[in-house]
């Protein structure tokens, strides 16, 4: 069966500090994966999604980048954090049937 | 822009009873729906998809999907206390291109069922 593994699970990072957060995927071949974020009080915001090794798409332009080293590895960064980065960050993974599945989370907090 | 529009709820149910959860979206192309529960602090689990009109069956789910209304729902049977939780209506694209790997969120119904 298929796992997705995130970490850090939480982070408290000051403004103008670099972030590296990390997704990977067991049991599954060339899936798509994908990086949400969650604030509080609004909804899943899609923010990158990739189809392949080195594919990268954004949805919303933001000082985060994202980058897909392995097939079953994607990564989220910043240069430098500011306080609006603060939020529940989610890597979802897909198969061909176009149904996500979540990792764990990671809970940041940007002071 | 697409939109995913629920009620944010709380909705309150006696425990036993029908739980009636509803979404509407406004891009007549979507082709993909799906229902996911999420716990206070914890990820998304996805409970229910569907793809055709009519009613779809899952154990205690039933997801009810409505194309041309745009409308999608999801009744919960049986309520009971570990139902409560925020679900949230997803929905994408076209099965295949660029729009398929995107899922459009609402931002939930916090569902309390109570003993």
């Known amino acids: 069966s298929q796992t997705i593994h995130q970490w850090p699970a939480t982070l408290v990072q000051p403004v103008g500090s670099p972030l590296s957060l990390e997704c990977t995927v067991e049991?599954?071949?060339?899936?798509?994966l994908y990086w949400y974020r969650q604030a509080a009080g609004r909804g899943l915001q899609l923010l990158f999604y990739?189809?392949?090794?080195?594919?990268i798409s954004s949805e919303v332009p933001q000082n985060l980048s994202a980058s897909r080293p392995q097939d079953r590895q994607f990564i989220l960064s910043s240069k430098k954090l500011l306080l609006s980065d603060s939020g529940f960050y989610l890597c979802?993974?897909?198969?061909?049937?176009?149904?996500?599945?979540f990792g764990p989370g990671t809970r940041l907090t940007v002071l | 822009q697409k939109e995913v529009e629920q009620n944010s709820g709380p909705l309150s149910v006696p425990e036993g009873a029908i739980a009636s959860l509803n979404c509407t979206y406004s891009?007549?192309?979507?082709?993909?729906f799906f229902w996911y529960r999420q716990y206070s602090g914890k990820s998304p689990e996805l409970i229910m998809s569907?793809?055709?009109?009519g009613d779809k069956e899952d154990g205690r789910f039933t997801a009810q999907l409505n194309k041309a209304s745009q409308y999608v729902s999801l009744l919960i049977r049986d309520s009971q206390p570990s139902d409560s939780a925020t679900y949230l209506c997803?929905?994408?694209?076209?099965?295949?291109?660029?729009?398929?790997?995107?899922?459009?969120f609402g931002k939930g119904t916090k569902l309390s069922v109570i003993p």
């Open positions: 979802a993974w897909s198969a061909p049937t176009n149904e996500q599945f």
């Open positions: 049991g599954t071949s060339n899936p798509n």
């Open positions: 990739s189809v392949g090794i080195g594919q």
């Open positions: 891009d007549r192309g979507s082709q993909s």
């Open positions: 569907i793809y055709s009109n």
């Open positions: 997803a929905v994408s694209g076209p099965h295949s291109g660029a729009g398929s790997y995107q899922l459009t």
